[in-house]
């Protein structure tokens, strides 16, 4: 089955700087690469998302790169402000088979 | 934008009772709901698959009997924890696909804290 890495599992970043979390994928045959955010004691929230037709997509101070080559996919923040600070997971899919696999998350502090 | 509610948020039950947790797709319809666990500190652990109308799909490893899943109508699924004990504390979220159909965007309820003395 698919298993997902990701990298770093804490990450400090001052505040108006950028923040990079990297993911690696096993099945090549994934295709689909969703982000979620977590706050505390909430569910997850998608916060971008990009498909393996694609090399790269961006919402505002949000990008995702994916690089199928090589299995891995980042997010990358800028900008950084506090209210980003949460725990972020990155997941895994085919199109078709809704079951996401996760990596196993990184929690960004930012720092004012 | 599509939204799963969960209920309740946190419940706290003693040791040998069951406990239900309900998710809900309130503006739209979910054939299919999934179930994950997750600890602190954690990431999610996918339980099983909720499907409306039949039986629901579990992850190797997950009891059945221990966690009961009922997907009666297409807006609610249902996991009730059997015979709870204190290692079953954790944090249970389901998810739903948002339509449009072949989109794999899942949205994600808010989650439910179970703690059993």
């Known amino acids: 089955g698919e298993n997902v890495e990701q990298h770093p599992s804490t990450l400090s970043v001052q505040e108006g700087d950028s923040a990079v979390i990297k993911c690696t994928y096993s099945d090549s045959a994934s295709n689909y690469f969703p982000w979620y955010k977590q706050e505390l004691g909430k569910g997850p929230q998608l916060i971008i998302d990009i498909r393996s037709n694609v090399g790269e997509k961006k919402d505002q101070r949000i990008a995702v790169t994916l690089n199928k080559t090589a299995k891995h996919f980042s997010l990358h923040i800028t900008e950084t402000q506090p209210e980003d600070s949460a725990v972020y997971f990155c997941?895994?899919?085919?199109?078709?088979?809704?079951?996401?696999?996760f990596g196993t998350g990184t929690r960004l502090t930012i720092i004012p | 934008g599509a939204v799963v509610s969960q209920h309740p948020s946190w419940v706290i039950c003693k040791s040998g009772t069951s406990v239900k947790i309900e998710c809900r797709s309130l503006d739209f319809q979910a054939t299919t709901m999934f179930w994950y666990r997750q600890f602190p500190k954690q990431s999610l652990m996918l339980m099983a698959t909720?499907?409306?109308?039949?039986?629901?799909?579990?992850e190797q490893g997950v009891e059945k009997d221990k966690f009961l899943i009922n997907h009666a109508s297409l807006t609610l699924s249902t996991l009730t924890v059997t015979s709870a004990h204190p290692e079953d504390s954790s944090f249970y979220i389901c998810?739903?696909?948002?339509?449009?159909?072949?989109?794999?965007?899942?949205?994600f309820g808010a989650g439910s804290r179970l703690t059993v003395l």
């Open positions: 909720s499907n409306e109308g039949s039986k629901a799909t579990y």
């Open positions: 997941a895994a899919s085919i199109v078709g088979n809704e079951k996401l696999t």
């Open positions: 998810s739903a696909r948002q339509p449009p159909s072949g989109a794999n965007v899942l949205t």
